[in-house]
């Protein structure tokens, strides 16, 4: 595949931790969280404009909701975030020693979230589905880090990250009922600098897949292979996801565009390879995304 040398815009957002993108088509904006700073955010491409709402607490991920703001996943559980910066109790798992990581909703709008042990030992993971009417259910277990999360095209195949040991998994997913089939290991990033962290799925079925401190996005074909590279300004993208905006110079209907969240935590910003770290970066790529459903509502499959 043929990438772009450089992002065509770059928004230096400080972030310290930033995760979770979701292109909301409606608004034109990019909401995305910032964990260590304990923000929910959104950007607005065209302006440059942000407005972060606090929640406080570590926030792993965030989903937006229909009619709403946005539900967010806070070290204390589950929590319905509101425009004025309130926020209303959701049904949680029970949290203690775990905390939330990333999340997604699938094409049917119902929110799927990672936990993680608190004290960073292994195997204390597990995957939780959350419906809008407060149903949470436990679906897997024994995972390191659960991490970015997508859907294929036709609502077939669900995957997952667990960045520790380097492993992307897919299983069989039952739309309509949000059930999972057999997990089984799609890629385990052999020769690949970094480790896994988010995704984004474009319209032929491709993964791209941000490497923690691999400097760089690994596009993988649909059956795990790497099939190309797009270079970041920075070690630590964090995620990306697909936008409805077009640089300037697009010209070509097969390109879309790719947001990257980054991440500047543990870094020095006077190393000279700091580089962009805690922006937001676009791409235009030769690829395609198809929206991400907000909780509660749904995408045509």
């Keep these: 595949m043929d990438m772009p040398q450089a992002p065509f815009a770059i928004w230096p957002v400080a972030a310290t931790l930033a995760e979770c993108p979701v292109w909301?088509?409606?608004?034109?904006?990019l909401a995305w969280v910032d964990i260590v700073a304990q923000t929910y955010n959104h950007l607005d491409p065209a302006s440059g404009d942000l407005h972060a709402w606090a929640v406080s607490g570590k926030i792993g991920s965030a989903a937006p909701v229909d009619a709403g703001l946005a539900?967010?996943?806070?070290?204390s559980g589950l929590w319905l975030l509101h425009?004025?910066?309130?926020?209303?109790p959701f049904p949680s798992p029970p949290m203690d020693g775990i905390h939330f990581n990333d999340g997604k909703c699938d094409p049917m709008g119902r929110?799927?979230?990672?936990t993680r042990a608190s004290d960073g030992s292994n195997g204390g993971g597990a995957l939780f589905r959350c419906t809008l009417d407060g149903k949470v259910d436990l679906v897997d277990a024994s995972f390191d880090v659960p991490n970015g999360m997508g859907w294929s095209p036709d609502g077939h195949w669900f995957y997952l990250i667990d960045t520790v040991p380097r492993r992307l998994y897919r299983y069989a997913f039952d739309a309509e009922t949000g059930t999972l089939g057999e997990r089984i290991v799609l890629s385990d990033f052999t020769g690949v600098p970094g480790k896994p962290?988010?995704?984004a799925v474009d319209q032929s079925g491709r993964l791209w897949v941000a490497m923690w401190d691999g400097g760089g996005i690994c596009v993988l074909a649909p059956t795990g292979e790497p099939v190309g590279w797009l270079a970041t300004p920075c070690a630590r993208p964090t995620s990306c996801a697909f936008a409805s905006i077009r640089s300037s110079e697009e010209g070509d209907a097969d390109c879309?565009?790719?947001l990257v969240t980054t991440a500047a935590l543990g870094l020095d910003p006077e190393d000279p390879g700091f580089g962009s770290?805690?922006?937001?970066?676009a791409y235009s790529v030769p690829a395609l995304g198809g929206p991400v459903a907000a909780l509660g509502s749904n995408i045509s499959i």
Excluded: N
């Design 24 to 29: 909301i088509a409606e608004s034109g904006v």
């Design 71 to 75: 539900l967010v996943a806070l070290e």
């Design 83 to 88: 425009a004025d910066g309130t926020r209303t």
């Design 111 to 114: 929110f799927w979230v990672g």
């Design 197 to 199: 962290d988010g995704l």
């Design 256 to 258: 879309g565009t790719l």
């Design 277 to 281: 770290a805690g922006s937001i970066l």
